[in-house]
């Protein structure tokens, strides 16, 4: 009875290591698509370059957040009706 517990074990623990190696090689695909896709769209060769060109392109956006809203409130100020 050993032996067939053995290698009953042996076939479930050969399928659980397959099935990790070929979700291994999907993730892997999905990797290299995607530094594919920031090389071309972004030019970034790294996901390091990546998650620079990201935080710059938060700072610029929080910049112009900023500076859109300090516009809007002059904006407001100055043409502010009373319609009292």
Do not use: H
Not at 1 to 20: G, H, N, P, Q, T
Not at 56 to 82: N, V
Request: proline share 0%.
């Amino acid at each position: 009875m050993s032996e067939i517990v053995s290698e009953e074990l042996y076939r479930r623990l050969k399928k659980d290591v397959d099935s990790a190696k070929s979700e291994a090689q999907r993730a892997k695909g999905a990797y290299e698509q995607l530094i594919i896709q920031l090389k071309n769209e972004y030019d970034c060769k790294t996901l390091k370059e990546a998650k620079a060109l990201l935080e710059d392109l938060q700072s610029k956006k929080d910049k112009a957040e900023k500076e859109f809203d300090k516009a809007m409130r002059e904006y407001e100020k100055k043409w502010k009706t009373d319609d009292s």
